[in-house]
């Protein structure tokens, strides 16, 4: 079996970001569920909510995209495959990836729908409310996989909002097969805790299928997964499944679990909350970074919380800041 030349190959939608700022009694007025992503399901949808936000700024995003972004930033080799439409937001989203050293390859995809866009409200206490239109990215094929990248990756990593859509929910489980096949770990993030209410059988399944090496998820969404309010018990009865499980908590910190052994980490300090976009896709930088530079467990999750800390104090999903100084700073 060759040896990868690359860290981390992820596979996720390829989304461009509109963020703008928004009180809460407009996240209340359109009926939207504050700090969750919902899908926008029409290009009519997208539009009237769009035209209903205050100012906005573009900026690449889609979460497993931000997370090699950043792993990238601090000096990982990454690949990324999401499909983009043949147009300027499909071209903006290739531009901004490449241009982080990422390689991405995955052709545009001619015609209708367009390009993914993800209308992200932030609210004063910095929390973000998303409404994804997933557009060109629902339509990434099996077919369109380079099994060669993904064979290169000594990781791979999914996000579970590509379960939404049946063709990517398809290629992945294809890329599973390829990345276990040359022997690679799968990283998997549960993404959002409404989109484990919608794929609650499949994601269990996955799991109870030894097909999940390091999970990522919060603690809402491990909660759901296991259907219980009981923290400790839901982490129990994963990281019994999954030789990883990494759980974010917010201002809590959050936890590891590494064959039945627990390690934890604080949150960072931080000056202020400015927007909560991609703290999750940071902290699953980190991690991965962590462990593709052979770190142990709890390097990982503090190379984790720098970055989540460092991008939720601007806003946009992907660090602006010098994170590989950041880490060196903080683990010598
Ligand atoms: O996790 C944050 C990301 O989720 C959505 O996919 C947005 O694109 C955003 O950048």
């Not at 009519?44 to 090699?68: D, H």
Request: aromatic share 6%.
């Amino acid at each position: 079996m060759s040896e990868p030349t690359l860290d981390i190959v992820a596979i996720g939608n390829a989304i461009v970001d509109v963020i703008a700022k928004a009180d809460d009694a407009f996240i209340a007025s359109e009926g939207l569920s504050k700090g969750a992503m919902q899908l926008l399901f029409t290009t009519e949808e997208a539009e009237a909510l769009y035209a209903k936000m205050g100012p906005g700024v573009e900026a690449s995003g889609g979460s497993a995209a931000n997370t090699v972004a950043g792993i990238a930033a601090l000096g990982g080799k990454t690949g990324f495959i999401g499909q983009v439409a043949d147009d300027q937001l499909g071209k903006v989203f290739r531009h901004d990836i490449t241009a982080l050293g990422v390689a991405f390859d995955t052709p545009a995809r001619a015609g209708e729908p367009k390009t993914a866009r993800c209308l992200i409200l932030v609210t004063p206490d910095g929390e973000r409310t998303m409404n994804t239109f997933l557009g060109a990215s629902q339509h990434l094929p099996p077919a369109a996989l380079d099994a060669d990248l993904i064979e290169s990756g000594a990781i791979l990593y999914l996000e579970g909002y590509l379960w939404d859509p049946e063709e990517p929910r398809a290629a992945m489980d294809k890329a599973i097969d390829i990345a276990h096949g040359a022997g690679r770990r799968v990283a998997f993030t549960l993404s959002d805790g409404f989109c484990v209410d919608r794929h609650r059988d499949g994601f269990q399944e996955l799991l109870d299928k030894g097909r999940i090496d390091i999970l990522f998820a919060n603690e809402d969404e491990i909660k759901s997964l296991n259907e219980t309010q009981d923290f400790d018990a839901a982490v129990e009865a994963t990281a019994a499944k999954t030789p990883i499980l990494v759980v974010t908590r917010s201002e809590k910190g959050a936890i590891a679990v590494k064959d039945g052994e627990r390690f934890s980490v604080s949150a960072e300090p931080i000056d202020k909350m400015v927007d909560a976009t991609g703290a999750g896709d940071q902290f699953a930088a980190g991690f991965l970074a962590g462990q593709a530079e052979g770190r142990s467990i709890e390097d990982s999750l503090t190379m984790g919380a720098v970055c989540a800390a460092e991008v939720i104090q601007h806003y946009g999903p992907r660090p602006e800041a010098d994170i590989k100084a950041l880490i060196a700073k903080r683990l010598g």
